[in-house]
């Protein structure tokens, strides 16, 4: 019986071609089919409407800035900050084609980093201070802020630890986790950066609810924050002095003032564009206090659209996350989403002067340099960490499976 002739290929086809690299056009075109195209257009609102509160405060800033020898224009920081979103997009962008494999490994070396950085930032001649706070590594050409990239990473870095339980359920994965909340808690205390130290607490604690801890346990770590809460009143003075001048009157609490006194000058539709007068007299209104800023010049109306493009955004990564099956792509995604709105959160009560004072910037509006980028690679990461083929279907992830009820 005669055998079959070998297969020879016709020409112009190569054997194993379907295994040859993508071209730059199919890459595009498969990170534009993955990619959350909803929550890319809601970023890129809020760094709009950031750029017009930036153009909005920067007289303000700028001419409180300026000195006998050195002028600042008055829209010193638009300019600048329109340079910053513009290499913050091109981060975000090139993040956000990684695959969820290299975006957890850039996180947790960028984490392990950072966390070095966390301890320069403490040493002498290598830490920078501004305005009492050391929160900055000195590296001759610029400054660093590491706490501002560890935010992204630290989600990650949390989120592949406590995905652990999937290989081995006897891993004591909470117990490593607190440990490691705790260091950077310490680290960020000593700085001091109180606002920071609260938002990664916050985060670390959202991410072992969703990892499928039991509610007893929930409670005893609520309880748990509650005491360290008390202790930090009594134990830490920056902690102490905040509160005490928030409750009782001071200069954080005159700052808060201001700011509530700003953001309501504009009424519902606002004064106009470079007609309010009131942010004359906010500090830092380009960066801590831009929401009021925007309050008094595009009003509350204007101040409401931004919260609901915040939320928007959460709510949609977190609808992303609920029928993923794997237990790292929910943990990092929601806490990278939380982070966000937790920090926004944190900013917008300060400025209605229902919180301290906390020197936080409002993510993606406020001017600002390693901030923004920080943040624009961090949205990088979580739009890469939530990309999906449209076209495969998941099993729903279990929030609380069986076994952790035990």
Not at 4 to 24: D, E, H, L, Q, W
Not at 31 to 39: G, S, T
């Amino acid at each position: 019986m005669a055998s079959n002739p070998p297969f020879v290929p016709r020409s112009g086809i190569t054997p194993g071609a379907g295994n040859r690299r993508r071209s730059k056009v199919q890459e595009i075109a498969v990170w534009w089919r993955e990619i959350d195209r909803v929550a890319l257009v809601l970023v890129l609102a809020l760094m709009a409407m950031g750029a017009a509160a930036v153009a909005a405060a920067s007289p303000a800033s700028a001419r409180k800035l300026s000195t006998a020898n050195i002028k600042l224009d008055d829209l010193h920081f638009f300019w600048l900050q329109l340079r910053v979103q513009f290499a913050g997009i091109l981060v975000m962008l090139g993040a956000s084609f990684m695959s969820k494999e290299w975006a957890r490994r850039v996180g947790i070396v960028l984490g392990a980093a950072m966390l070095v950085g966390l301890v320069l930032v403490l040493l002498p001649g290598i830490g920078h201070s501004v305005k009492g706070a050391r929160r900055w590594v000195n590296l001759g050409v610029g400054s660093l802020q590491p706490s501002e990239f560890l935010k992204p990473a630290y989600a990650i870095l949390m989120a592949w630890i406590l995905s652990w339980k999937i290989r081995d359920a006897k891993i004591p994965v909470i117990p490593i986790t607190a440990g490691l909340m705790i260091m950077v808690s310490a680290l960020l205390m000593a700085e001091p950066d109180f606002g920071s130290t609260v938002l990664f607490v916050g985060v670390w604690f959202v991410l072992v609810m969703l990892s499928g801890m039991d509610m007893k346990k929930i409670s005893i770590l609520i309880g748990g924050g509650l005491t360290a809460v008390i202790a930090t009143y009594f134990l830490y003075d920056n902690a102490r002095h905040r509160i005490d001048n928030f409750l009782g009157g001071g200069t954080a609490y005159d700052q808060v003032d201001l700011a509530h006194k700003t953001i309501t000058a504009g009424g519902w539709t606002g004064s106009g564009m470079w007609l309010g007068m009131r942010k004359l007299a906010l500090p830092e209104a380009h960066t801590d206090y831009i929401f009021s800023v925007i309050g008094e010049e595009f009003g509350l109306l204007f101040c409401l659209m931004i919260v609901i493009v915040y939320l928007a955004l959460i709510v949609r990564v977190l609808l992303r996350l609920i029928d993923e099956e794997d237990l790292f792509t929910v943990l990092a995604g929601a806490g990278l989403a939380v982070q966000i709105g937790g920090q926004a959160f944190i900013n917008i009560l300060v400025n209605l002067g229902l919180f301290p004072s906390k020197g936080m910037t409002l993510p993606l509006i406020s001017y600002g340099g390693s901030s923004t980028l920080a943040l624009c690679f961090g949205i990088g990461l979580m739009l890469a960490i939530t990309r999906r083929n449209p076209f495969l279907r998941r099993e729903p992830f279990n929030l609380f499976p069986p076994e952790t009820q035990r």
